[in-house]
C-alpha cells in the first residue's frame, strides 16, 4: 500500500463535498397551489428533495375584520364574523356573540344555550370531516374525501334546516338565537325554533357520521402507506406548541389533556359527558386521530343535548337596539380548529370599540418555519394539511 | 392592590369574593401589578418597563405555557371611524397578551400602556415564540416598535403600506366615499327616541 | 387463415399501421373510461352520465375533441424543441411497445428472438420523454416531477428486469411467443412457479407508469401536476393516452410473462387463432383493473420510502428469485 488511510480518506472527502456542492433551488409553494387550503404562501429553499427556512406568507386574504367591525353595530357582526373560519361558521359566532352576553350580564336560556351547543358540535362534526376528507387526499389517497363529504353534507342539511345557511348561518342573536321560522309580525304568531323531525334526523346523521368514521378508521387509519407517510412527521412537542400558542386538536395530540369546552363556561358543556381525546407523539397520525375520535366525542354530545333539550323560550328579553354597556372581556372557546376568542372592548354604544379577534388557525400555522425546518418535500404537505387550517381564519 | 370593577359579585350587594380573585391577586403579586376582573377576565396591568419580566415570570414561575394572543388597543379620544368613546380618556395604546396554563385551563391577560405617538415595547418573542406574529401583526395595524424582534417586517400589508389600519385615526376611505348602505337597515341610533328598551322578541312559548 | 392472409407483405404493413393509429387510441380511451367509472363506483359517484347517451360512454372522444381545441400553450422560458418533442417520444415508446405483444398464435407485430428484452428496453422510452418534459418546461415543479421520475425509473427497472429474467430462465427463450409456448408446454402458466417475480413484477410496472402508490412524478398535492404542469392541449391528450395505453400494454406483457398470455387451457389450437387477442385483452384488462383498485385505494408513498422499497427489498428478493429460478431449472 503506497496510500496511508488518511490520503484515501482525504481525497474521498474532496471529491464528495466537490460532487454534492448543488446550488439550492428556491420554491415558491403557492398563493395557487393545489394543497395550500387557499391562498397560504410558503417560500421554502430546497436541496433536492429537502426544504429549509420555509417562510409563510400570509395576508392574502386579509378583510380587515377587526377594523370592520369597530364601524359595525353588534347585530351586524356575526355576519362577518361567521367568514372568518367558513369550514365552521357557525362556530365562530359563538364566543363574539358569548361576549357580548357576558357584559350585558345577559341570562341565556337552557333552550338556546342548547340549540347553540348542538349546531357548534355539528359545527365541529362538518369541520372535523372536512379534514378526514381533505387530508388523505394530501397524502394522495382521493377516495375516503367522498365517504367524509357525503356524511359532512348530511350535517350540513341538518344545520341549513336550523339556521337556513349552510356555512354562514348568522344564526345567533344576542340573548338567544333566531326564530327559524318567520319574521317580523309572524315572529309573533308562529315560532318554531328546530324543524320537524331534526331530532330524529338528527340522530340518524349521528349515526351515520358514526359508521363513516368507523369506515374512515379502516380505510386510512388502517393503510400501511399513511401510518409511513404520517408517523413520526412533524412532531410538535407539547411545551413548544404552547408557546407558539397551538391549540385546540394539533395540541391535544401532543398529549396536552385541555379543552375548553371542559374549563370555559360559554356553553352549557358540563351537562355532558365526553371525553377529551389526547395522542401521545405529537404527530401527524396522531392530530388525523385525534381528529377522528373528536367526531365521535361530537356525535355523543349532540345525541345526548338531543335527549336532554329543555323547553322553554329562545330568547331573552333584550332591547330593540343592542348597547352593551361599558366593559371588556375575552371570551375563548373550543373551535374545531382550536381556540378562537374576542377580545371585546365595548363604550356603551350600539357598537364595539374595539374587538380583537383571536383566531386559531392564525397561531397554528405560525409553528410551520419551526417545524417544516428540514423536511423533504412531500412531507410539508403532510404536515401542513395534519394542522387543518383555514385561509379565512388564518388572515381574518 | 386590587381594584375590581364591574363585577356580577359585587353587583348583588353582597360581600362574597368572586371565584377568580384568589387568582388574580396571586397573579398581580407575582408579576408586581395590578388585578381587575372582568366579567371572568382576569387582567394584570403592569409598567411598560416589566413587560418581558412579567411574561417570564408568567411562563417560568406560574406554568402560564401557552401563548393565545398579542395585541393592542388604541385610546383615543377623536376617532375617524366607528364610536367615539363616550368620555375622554388619557390617549394611550394599551397592549394586552393573554397567556394561559395547560392544566387547569386557566388564563390571564397582562396590560401595560405605553406611549402613543411614539409607541415602543420589548419583544416578548424570546419568552413565548408565538409572539412573533402577533407583535407583526401589532406592528403594522399601530405602528408598535417591539424591540429586539427578529423580523419584524409587515405581516399582512404590503410592503410599502402607509399607515396603521387599526389606529382611531385611519380612515376607511370606501366608507367616506359612499355611505354604507348598510345604514338604511339600522333600526334608530342611539340617542333616538323610542328606540331603546323595547323588547324585540316576546316569549313564543308563554 | 388470417396468417396466410398477413404473410403477403403490403397487407401485412397496412393492416398494422391501421391496427396502431386506432387500436392505442382506442385502448387507451377504454381503458380511461374504466378508470373514470370505476373510480366513481368505488367514491359512491356516477361518474361519466351524460356523454353518448347512455353511461357517458363517449365522454372521454368528447374529452379528446376537447383537448385538441384547447390552446397550445408553450411557456415563454422553455426549451421549445424539447417541449415539443417530449409528448411525442412517450407517445413512440408506448407504440413501440406494442410491437412485441404476442396477440394470438402467429399473431404478432414482429416476434422478434430478443422480444422482452426489447419491450424493457423501449418501455424506458416513456421516462425520457417524462424527463424531457419536466426539464424543458421551465418549472420548477415540472422540474421535480422529471426528476423523480428518473429516479424511479432507475431504481424500478432493475426488479423488473430480474423477474423477468426469471421467466426467460424457465422459458430458455427471450422470444415473446417462445415464452407462451413455453407455458403452454409446461401446462401450467409460469405464475405458479414465479408468484415472486410476478407480484415484483407488477409493483415495478406499478412505478415505472407512475401509478399511485407510485405516483411521485406527478404528485398533484405536492408538485401541482408534476412534469405535465405546463402542458395543455393535445401534448397534454398525448400523455394522458399514453399512460392509459402503457398501463395496458404492460398488462400485457405480465399477462404474457406470467400468465400464460393469449393461451386458454381448454379451447382448441384453431379457435385460438380467434380468441387469442379477446384472451389476451381480457387478461390485461383484470391487471388494469387491479392497478385502478389501487390507484383509487392507496396513499401515495414519499420518494425515500419509494427508494428503499425498490433498494432494499425487491432487487434483493427478484435477485434471490434469479437465483433460485437457475438452481431449480439446472437441478431438474
Keep these: 500500500m503506497t496510500i496511508d488511510s488518511d490520503t484515501i480518506r482525504h481525497l474521498s472527502e474532496v471529491s464528495v463535498s466537490v460532487e454534492l456542492e448543488t446550488e439550492d433551488m428556491t420554491l415558491n409553494i403557492g398563493p395557487q397551489h393545489p394543497s395550500t387550503h387557499g391562498v397560504l404562501r410558503l417560500v421554502a429553499r430546497v436541496d433536492g428533495e429537502r426544504a429549509f427556512d420555509v417562510q409563510p406568507v400570509i395576508g392574502y386574504m386579509h378583510r380587515g375584520y377587526e377594523k370592520l367591525a369597530e364601524v359595525r353595530t353588534y347585530a351586524q357582526i356575526t355576519t362577518i364574523v361567521n367568514r372568518i373560519d367558513w369550514v365552521s361558521g357557525y362556530a365562530n359566532e359563538i364566543p363574539f356573540i358569548v361576549a357580548c352576553e357576558k357584559i350585558m350580564e345577559l341570562e341565556v336560556p337552557p333552550r338556546a344555550q342548547y340549540i347553540r351547543l348542538i349546531l357548534t358540535e355539528m359545527a365541529r362534526i362538518a369541520s372535523h370531516l372536512v379534514f378526514m376528507a381533505s387530508y388523505p387526499l394530501e397524502l394522495g389517497a382521493a377516495s ?115 379543552d375548553l369546552r371542559k374549563v370555559e363556561d360559554y356553553l352549557p358543556y358540563g351537562d355532558f359527558e365526553f371525553d377529551v381525546v389526547t395522542g401521545t407523539n405529537g404527530d401527524c397520525y396522531d392530530r388525523w386521530w385525534v381528529r377522528l ?48 376568542g374576542y377580545y371585546l372592548v365595548s363604550d356603551g354604544n350600539n357598537g364595539p370599540y374595539r374587538v380583537k379577534i383571536r383566531s386559531a388557525s392564525f397561531s397554528n400555522i405560525s409553528i410551520l418555519p419551526w417545524v417544516l425546518e428540514g423536511v423533504l418535500l412531500p412531507d410539508i404537505i403532510a404536515i401542513m394539511g395534519s394542522l387543518d387550517f383555514v385561509l379565512g381564519d388564518v388572515d381574518r | 392592590m386590587t381594584s375590581n370593577q364591574s363585577d356580577v359579585t359585587e353587583q348583588t350587594g353582597t360581600a362574597t369574593v368572586h371565584p377568580l380573585q384568589e387568582f388574580a391577586d396571586g397573579v398581580a403579586a407575582a408579576v408586581g401589578g395590578v388585578a381587575e376582573i372582568h366579567f371572568g377576565t382576569v387582567k394584570v396591568r403592569v409598567p411598560a418597563e416589566w413587560w418581558v419580566e412579567t411574561h417570564r415570570i408568567a411562563k417560568e414561575e406560574l406554568g402560564f405555557v401557552f401563548f393565545s394572543f398579542l395585541s393592542a388597543i388604541e385610546w383615543a379620544n377623536d376617532v375617524a371611524v366607528g364610536f367615539p368613546l363616550s368620555e375622554p380618556v388619557e390617549e394611550r395604546i394599551e397592549v394586552i397578551s393573554t397567556v394561559g396554563d395547560l392544566a387547569e385551563g386557566r388564563r390571564v391577560t397582562f396590560s401595560t400602556d405605553i406611549d402613543r405617538e411614539n409607541p415602543t415595547i420589548a419583544s416578548i418573542v424570546g419568552v413565548y415564540a408565538g409572539a412573533n406574529w402577533h407583535e407583526r401583526e401589532a406592528h403594522e395595524m399601530f405602528g408598535i416598535t417591539f424591540e429586539g424582534h427578529p423580523n419584524l417586517i409587515n405581516l399582512y400589508l404590503p410592503t410599502g403600506f402607509v399607515g396603521h389600519p387599526l389606529r382611531k385615526s385611519f380612515p376607511l376611505l370606501s366608507r367616506e366615499v359612499k355611505p354604507w348602505p348598510g345604514d338604511v337597515d339600522v333600526e334608530g341610533m342611539p340617542g333616538d327616541s323610542g328606540a331603546a328598551d323595547e323588547p324585540s322578541t316576546e316569549n313564543p312559548e308563554a | ?207 415505472e407508469l407512475s401509478r399511485i402508490p407510485f405516483d411521485l412524478p406527478i404528485a398533484e398535492s405536492e408538485l401541482v401536476m408534476g412534469y405535465l404542469t405546463e402542458y395543455s392541449g393535445f401534448r397534454f391528450l398525448f400523455f394522458f393516452l399514453a399512460e ?79 437465483i433460485l429460478t437457475g438452481v431449480f431449472k439446472v437441478v431438474l
Design chain 3, 1 to 207: 387463415m388470417i396468417a396466410d392472409l398477413l404473410s403477403n407483405f403490403w397487407v401485412a404493413l397496412v393492416a398494422k399501421l391501421l391496427l396502431v393509429a386506432l387500436a392505442i387510441p382506442l385502448i387507451g380511451m377504454v381503458v380511461g373510461f374504466g378508470e373514470m367509472k370505476l373510480s366513481a363506483k368505488m367514491q359512491a359517484r356516477v361518474g361519466p352520465y351524460f356523454a353518448g347517451g347512455r353511461w357517458g360512454w363517449a365522454q372521454l372522444l368528447a374529452d379528446g375533441i376537447k383537448f385538441f381545441q384547447k390552446e397550445d400553450l408553450i411557456p415563454r422560458d422553455a426549451d421549445k424543441p424539447v417541449f415539443k418533442f417530449a409528448p411525442v417520444v412517450v407517445m413512440m415508446g408506448t407504440v413501440a411497445l406494442f410491437v412485441v405483444i404476442p396477440w394470438g398464435p402467429g399473431l404478432i407485430f414482429r416476434d422478434l428472438s430478443v422480444g422482452i428484452f426489447y419491450a424493457l428496453a423501449i418501455s424506458s422510452l416513456t421516462t425520457v420523454g417524462v424527463l424531457m418534459a419536466g426539464w424543458s418546461s421551465a418549472n420548477k415543479y415540472s422540474l421535480i416531477g422529471g426528476l423523480r421520475a428518473a429516479g424511479q425509473m432507475i431504481a424500478y427497472e432493475l426488479p423488473l428486469v430480474f423477474s423477468a429474467l426469471a421467466v426467460v430462465i424457465m422459458a430458455g427463450t427471450m422470444s415473446m411467443q417462445g415464452i407462451v409456448e413455453a407455458q403452454i408446454e409446461a401446462g401450467y402458466p409460469f405464475v405458479i412457479l414465479q408468484i415472486v417475480g410476478f407480484v415484483i413484477f407488477v409493483i415495478a410496472s406499478l412505478a
Design chain 1, 293 to 340: 375520535n373528536e367526531i365521535r366525542e361530537s356525535t355523543r354530545i349532540v345525541k345526548q343535548a338531543i335527549d336532554g333539550i329543555p323547553s322553554g323560550p329562545i330568547q331573552a328579553k333584550v332591547p330593540k337596539v343592542i348597547k352593551v354597556p361599558k366593559g371588556e372581556t375575552y371570551v375563548r372557546a373550543e373551535n374545531p380548529k382550536g381556540e378562537m
Design chain 1, 144 to 258: 375516503p374525501l367522498f365517504f367524509a363529504l357525503r356524511e359532512r353534507e348530511r350535517v350540513l342539511d341538518l344545520m341549513e334546516s336550523v339556521t337556513g345557511g349552510r356555512f354562514h348561518p348568522n344564526f345567533n342573536r344576542v340573548g338567544g338565537v333566531k326564530p327559524a321560522y318567520g319574521s317580523g309580525s309572524q315572529t309573533r304568531k308562529i315560532v318554531q325554533d328546530l324543524p320537524a323531525g331534526f331530532y330524529r334526523d338528527a340522530r340518524a346523521a349521528m349515526d351515520r357520521v358514526l359508521e363513516v368514521c368507523d369506515e374512515l378508521e379502516n380505510l386510512v387509519g388502517g393503510n400501511e402507506i399513511i401510518h409511513a407517510r404520517t408517523k413520526g412527521i412533524g412532531v410538535i412537542p407539547a411545551e413548544v406548541g404552547a408557546s407558539f400558542g397551538l391549540s385546540g386538536p394539533n395540541l391535544r395530540a401532543s398529549g396536552v389533556d385541555l
Design chain 3, 244 to 322: 392509459f395505453a402503457n398501463m395496458f400494454s404492460m398488462s400485457a406483457i405480465a399477462v404474457t410473462l406470467f400468465l400464460g398470455g393469449w393461451y386458454l387451457p381448454g379451447i382448441p389450437a384453431d379457435a385460438l387463432e380467434y380468441l387469442g387477442p379477446v384472451i389476451l385483452v381480457v387478461k390485461s384488462l383484470i391487471l388494469v383493473f387491479a392497478m385502478i383498485w389501487f390507484r383509487w385505494a392507496f396513499p401515495r408513498v414519499r420518494q425515500d420510502q419509494l427508494q428503499s422499497l425498490a433498494w432494499k427489498w425487491l432487487i434483493p428478493i427478484s435477485l434471490a428469485n434469479v
